[in-house]
């Protein structure tokens, strides 16, 4: 069973400073996509970034990157240059295939908070 | 940009009522999901739906729950019997293409209430 675990529940980080939020996951699918998502205090996923397994490169997406660390089973994600709205909850998610389509399996998340 | 609608923001109801969770998806997506976030702890997946007919769904997905592509454009939850733990914010998702890099696009969500 896939499983992705992120083991920071909450994070501080001053603003304009860069923060690295962990996830690690585990597969034994070849291919697999990882996904990162902001959850507002209202309550909305927003989609941010997304890494297949099979890209050579970091997938970046403005102020978010992902630093995909293959063999070590991580996919953190970098903010740079935080900002007082990057507070939030962030979630980690796998896709998982099924027989048309793929679901998401999600990490417990990680708090973080933009200090001004 | 297009997004993925839901309504009602948030839902009151009474352990035993039905309820309807209404969501409309992006127009030009072909895959359709529920998923659950019970306070406070991470996003379940309920159920993926495919050309009129459930792909797959969870445990939690039993016989009380039920999803309905009633016309061109809406996609509901239904839960017909609800019950306490049943309360959570209820989040409907839609992807253009099953297969692929394409990332699900989430709404709003549902907080739904069971009293």
């Known amino acids: 069973a896939q499983k992705i675990t992120q083991t920071q529940p909450g994070m501080f980080v001053q603003e304009k400073e860069a923060v690295t939020l962990d996830c690690t996951y585990d597969?034994?699918?070849?291919?697999?996509?990882l996904f990162w998502y902001k959850q507002p205090s209202s309550g909305e996923m927003i989609f941010l970034i997304y890494?297949?397994?099979?890209?050579?490169q970091n997938a970046t997406e403005g102020r978010y990157s992902l630093n995909f660390q293959k063999a070590r089973k991580s996919a953190n994600l970098v903010i740079s240059a935080s900002q007082l709205g990057d507070s939030a909850m962030y979630f980690c998610?796998?896709?998982?295939?099924?027989?048309?389509?793929?679901?998401?399996?999600f990490g417990s998340g990680t708090r973080l908070l933009v200090r001004p | 940009e297009p997004e993925v609608t839901q309504t009602p923001s948030h839902q009151v109801t009474q352990m035993g009522q039905e309820v309807i969770l209404r969501c409309v998806p992006i127009?030009?997506?072909?895959?359709f999901y529920w998923y659950r976030q019970i306070l406070g702890q991470k996003v379940e997946f309920l159920v993926s739906?495919?050309?009129?007919?459930?792909?797959?769904k969870s445990e939690i997905f039993d016989d009380q729950f039920s999803v309905e592509r009633p016309d061109g454009s809406n996609f509901t939850l239904k839960i017909r019997s609800t019950k306490l733990e049943d309360s959570a914010m209820y989040f409907c998702?839609?992807?253009?293409?099953?297969?692929?890099?394409?990332?699900?696009?989430f709404g709003p969500g549902t907080r739904l209430t069971v009293t």
């Open positions: 998702a839609s992807s253009q293409r099953g297969t692929g890099g394409y990332e699900q696009y």
């Open positions: 597969t034994s699918d070849p291919s697999y996509g």
């Open positions: 890494q297949g397994s099979y890209d050579q």
């Open positions: 998610a796998m896709r998982e295939w099924m027989d048309s389509s793929y679901k998401l399996i």
């Open positions: 127009s030009n997506h072909l895959y």
């Open positions: 739906f495919y050309n009129n007919e459930i792909s797959e």
